[in-house]
T-cell receptor
């Protein structure tokens, strides 16, 4: 079965609010994780990554949290904007390729 | 930097014909390229790993005679869908791995294939 999965298939937030997208992984040996954003009809776009020796990493308006104890990953988007509407995937590095989770569709409403 | 292009972006073909999709790394050399398939509202599914100068490695369940992959240079990999059928209609996405940064992959914009 899939080793990477997402808790919620869709998430609707109001513009300006913070968004949290969650991801669970099952391979405790995974040591590198990436969040991608995919807009309709386009390829995935790198957002942020984190290695297993870190618990938190911040980017511009985005933060990734890694909880290795429960094998959980989350992406936090601050002050969500309409342009953030997309499908978000977490991916874990398997040693030679990326294994993608199912994706969460984020819809930002005005 | 690290731009990956795909051509064509969209293709419609008749059942039984073959379609070639190109994946190019524009400003870097990629020893490894990956081909993914994505169905509507689904995740990306790895089809095969393409290594420059050697045979591609296919994931379980992917027919290598159906999906021919050629990685002739450090900047170009091609996927040929042979004798395409309507069930091959999908969004095909390639990614390229930068030579020295092994985990980092840069994705192309995808190719929408519709087989009639």
């Amino acid at each position: 079965g899939e080793s990477v999965g997402l808790h919620l298939p869709t998430l609707s937030v109001q513009e300006g609010d913070n968004s949290i997208i969650n991801c669970a992984y099952s391979n405790s040996a995974s040591d590198y994780f990436i969040w991608y954003k995919q807009e309709s009809g386009k390829g995935p776009q790198f957002i942020i990554d984190i290695r297993s020796n870190m618990d938190k990493r911040q980017g511009q308006r985005v933060t990734v949290l890694l909880n290795k104890t429960v094998k959980h990953l989350s992406l936090q988007i601050a002050a969500t904007q309409p342009g953030d509407s997309a499908v978000y995937f977490c991916a874990e590095y398997t040693g030679y390729a990326l294994n993608f989770g199912k994706g969460t569709s984020l819809l930002v409403t005005p | 930097g690290a731009v990956v292009s795909q051509h064509p972006s969209r293709v419609i073909c008749k059942s039984g014909t073959s379609v070639k999709i190109e994946c190019r790394s524009l400003d870097f050399q990629a020893t490894t390229m990956f081909w993914y398939r994505q169905f509507p509202k689904k995740s990306l599914m790895l089809m095969a790993t393409s290594n420059e100068g050697s045979k591609a490695t296919y994931e379980q369940g992917v027919e290598k005679d159906k999906f021919l992959i050629n990685h002739a240079s450090l900047t170009l990999s091609t996927l040929t869908v042979t004798s395409a059928h309507p069930e091959d209609s999908s969004f095909y996405i390639c990614s390229a791995r930068v030579r020295l940064a092994q985990e980092t992959q840069y994705f192309g914009p995808g190719t929408r294939l519709l087989v009639l």
